[in-house]
């Protein structure tokens, strides 16, 4: 066997036991509860989309860890206590490809919110008409993200929290469970972010004013153009014509007076033409005879 070969089967073997190693400080780590996320992994998207992805992958995380160690914790279950968040996280990325996932985004959530459990209930608590553990656990997730979101997450428009958790709501959640989720966040942030909310309802205020004054101002009808028509009866007749009121003096018809002087007229001049017929042929006549 060479020199070479034997150097690197050496070198394969202390890279073998190098990587036991740190898998055996990983695995004691973890079971200590040191929750070590590394929240500057550029090699990942931090796209909008992919913030949408973590958001998603948290909300099953979050779920995960309320039916089981949240749930081992309230009900005073400690010994049951074997699904860390971060145990979660880790799981999750080891099975799903997290190439699109905004992953520091993703284990922040899934370190800070259980970390925040007590005062995010206290927060979704006050705007409930029941008591938070009657919430349905996927209500429950939707709910802790928008309001960690609200309180730590300035930077993201209150609106845009409310639809994430619209979205959420939409993919995993009931469907009526949307109005709950709403009505709850928009109260919220009302209280968390009131000089955004005040700013967003003025902002819209001037927009509807602005687009009133746009508006053209309706012209007034001038009757007067249409006065001759307001003498034409619009009853229908058999012929489909509009008749004509008998009290419209602007039209004009003949008396009876006239009318007979038209008839002894026409007779008239029918005697004349007669007349004159029978002389022309009395002269006619006469030529002949010469």
Same mark, same amino acid.
């Given at each position: 066997? *060479?020199?070479?070969?034997?150097?690197?089967? %050496?070198?394969?073997?202390?890279?073998?036991?190098?990587?036991?190693?740190?898998? &055996?400080?990983?695995?004691?780590?973890?079971?200590?509860?040191?929750?070590?996320?590394?929240? @500057?992994?550029?090699?990942?998207?931090?796209?909008?989309?992919?913030?949408?992805?973590?958001?998603?992958?948290?909300?099953?995380?979050?779920?995960?860890?309320?039916?089981?160690?949240?749930?081992?914790?309230?009900?005073?279950?400690?010994?049951?206590?074997?699904?860390?968040?971060?145990? !979660?996280? &880790?799981?999750?990325?080891?099975?799903?490809?997290?190439?699109?996932?905004?992953?520091?985004?993703?284990?922040?959530?899934?370190?800070?919110?259980?970390?925040?459990?007590?005062?995010?209930?206290?927060?979704?608590?006050?705007?409930?008409?029941?008591?938070?553990?009657?919430?349905?656990?996927?209500?429950?997730?939707?709910?802790?993200?928008?309001?960690?979101?609200?309180?730590?997450?300035?930077?993201?428009?209150?609106?845009?929290?409310?639809?994430?958790?619209?979205?959420?709501?939409?993919?995993?959640?009931?469907?009526?469970?949307?109005?709950?989720?709403?009505?709850?966040?928009?109260?919220?942030?009302?209280?968390?972010?009131?000089?955004?909310?005040?700013?967003? *309802?003025?902002?819209?205020?001037?927009?509807?004013?602005?687009?009133? &004054?746009?508006?053209?101002?309706?012209?007034?009808?001038?009757?007067?153009?249409?006065?001759?028509?307001?003498? !034409?009866?619009?009853?229908?007749?058999? %012929?489909?014509?509009?008749?004509?009121?008998?009290?419209?003096?602007?039209?004009?018809?003949?008396?009876?007076?006239?009318?007979?002087?038209?008839? @002894?007229?026409?007779?008239?001049?029918?005697?004349?033409?007669?007349?004159?017929?029978?002389?022309?042929?009395?002269?006619?006549?006469?030529?002949?005879?010469?």
């Amino acid at each position: 066997m *060479t020199d070479q070969l034997k150097r690197a089967i %050496s070198a394969a073997k202390t890279a073998q036991a190098n990587d036991k190693q740190a898998e &055996a400080t990983r695995i004691a780590s973890s079971s200590a509860g040191d929750q070590t996320f590394d929240m @500057s992994e550029s090699s990942y998207k931090t796209s909008h989309t992919a913030i949408r992805k973590a958001r998603r992958f948290a909300m099953q995380g979050l779920y995960e860890w309320l039916v089981t160690d949240r749930r081992f914790d309230v009900d005073g279950k400690l010994g049951w206590k074997a699904n860390a968040p971060h145990d !979660i996280a &880790a799981r999750t990325r080891a099975t799903n490809a997290m190439h699109t996932v905004h992953i520091g985004y993703y284990h922040e959530m899934m370190r800070d919110i259980p970390e925040q459990i007590e005062a995010l209930d206290i927060l979704i608590s006050q705007h409930l008409d029941r008591d938070i553990g009657k919430l349905d656990t996927v209500e429950h997730a939707i709910l802790l993200i928008g309001a960690y979101e609200l309180q730590n997450r300035l930077e993201i428009p209150y609106k845009v929290v409310l639809d994430e958790a619209m979205k959420l709501n939409n993919h995993f959640g009931a469907t009526d469970a949307h109005k709950l989720i709403n009505a709850v966040l928009d109260k919220m942030a009302v209280d968390i972010r009131a000089i955004e909310v005040e700013s967003d *309802t003025k902002a819209n205020l001037r927009t509807s004013q602005k687009a009133v &004054a746009k508006q053209p101002e309706a012209q007034p009808v001038d009757h007067t153009e249409n006065a001759p028509d307001a003498d !034409i009866d619009d009853t229908p007749t058999t %012929s489909n014509k509009p008749r004509i009121s008998a009290n419209n003096t602007t039209v004009k018809r003949n008396s009876a007076s006239k009318a007979s002087a038209n008839i @002894s007229e026409f007779k008239a001049n029918k005697k004349d033409a007669a007349q004159n017929t029978v002389e022309n042929d009395s002269v006619i006549d006469a030529n002949n005879q010469d």
